[in-house]
C-alpha cells in the first residue's frame, strides 16, 4: 500500500531558528508528494508538491521540501521559522484508485510551534 | 478564499436528527471527495466522487450518505448519528486524471453530536 509517515507529532522551534517537518514515502513508481497546512478550525492549505524535476522544491510562506529517493524522504523545511507558521502540517502521497481517478494519503500530522 | 465552499460551517444535530452538509466547487474540477478528521486520529477519506461517479467507498457507515447531483456540487445526508461521529468534515476537489494537481480544501464543517 503506498502511505506517507510523519514520525513527529510536534515540533518546537525557537522564531528565526531553521525548522524540519519530516516525512517518508513509501509507494511503488514514482512518487508524487505534498504538504499541506492546517490553521485551527481551518480546512487544508497547499504548500507546496513534487512531481518530477529538481529535488528541492519551492512553495508558499518560504517553505521548501526536499525529495530524496535514496532515503524515501520529503522533508519540509524553512530557513528562519515564525510564531505565525505555527500550525499543523500533513505530508500527502497521490494514490491511484482501481475504480478510476486519485486520491490522496495524509500522514498523521505534525504540529509545529514557533515561540518567540 | 480556496474556491471550494462547504456549508454550514458549524452544526450541532440530535442523534435522531436528519441533517445534509454542502460543498461547492468553483474551480472547474471533475472530482470532489469527504474527508473526516476527527481528534488525535489522521484523516480519514470517505467517499471519492469522479466523474460524478462514486469511485470509492471507504468502508463508511450507512448513515453517512453522499449525493454528487453534477461535477460542481457534493452533499453528505446525515441520520441517525453517533457521538462519536462528531468531527470536522472536510471537502475537497482534484481535477482528474491528472495525478500531479494537488487538490483543494474547503473550510470544513464543525459537526457535534448530541
Known amino acids: 500500500a503506498q502511505s506517507v509517515a510523519q514520525p513527529e507529532d510536534q515540533v518546537n522551534v525557537a522564531e528565526g531558528n531553521p525548522l524540519t517537518v519530516k516525512c517518508t514515502y513509501s509507494?511503488?513508481?514514482?512518487?508524487?508528494l505534498f504538504w499541506y497546512v492546517q490553521y485551527p478550525n481551518r480546512g487544508l492549505q497547499f504548500l507546496l508538491k513534487y512531481i518530477t524535476g529538481d529535488n528541492l522544491v519551492k512553495g508558499s510562506y518560504g517553505f521548501e521540501a526536499e525529495f530524496n529517493k535514496s532515503q524515501t524522504s520529503f522533508h519540509l523545511k524553512k530557513p528562519s521559522a515564525l510564531v505565525s507558521d505555527s500550525a499543523l502540517y500533513f505530508c500527502?502521497?497521490?494514490?491511484?484508485?482501481?475504480?478510476?481517478?486519485?486520491?490522496?494519503?495524509f500522514g498523521t500530522g505534525t504540529q509545529l510551534k514557533v515561540e518567540l | 478564499e480556496t474556491g471550494v465552499t462547504q456549508t454550514p460551517r458549524h452544526l450541532v444535530m440530535g442523534m435522531t436528527n436528519k441533517k445534509s452538509l454542502k460543498c461547492e466547487q468553483h474551480?472547474?474540477?471533475?472530482?470532489m471527495y469527504w474527508y473526516k478528521q476527527s481528534a488525535k486520529k489522521p484523516l480519514e477519506l470517505m467517499f471519492v466522487y469522479s466523474l460524478e461517479e462514486r469511485v470509492e467507498n471507504n468502508s463508511v457507515p450507512s448513515r453517512f450518505s453522499p449525493e454528487c447531483p453534477n461535477s460542481s456540487h457534493l452533499f453528505l445526508h446525515l441520520h441517525t448519528l453517533q457521538p462519536e461521529d462528531s468531527a470536522l468534515y472536510l471537502c475537497a476537489s482534484s481535477q482528474q486524471p491528472s495525478g500531479g494537481t494537488e487538490a483543494f480544501f474547503g473550510q470544513g464543517t464543525r459537526l457535534t453530536v448530541v
Open positions: 500527502a502521497v497521490r494514490v491511484t484508485l482501481t475504480g478510476g481517478g486519485n486520491k490522496l494519503t
Open positions: 474551480l472547474g474540477h471533475n472530482a
Open positions: 509507494v511503488s513508481g514514482n512518487p508524487y
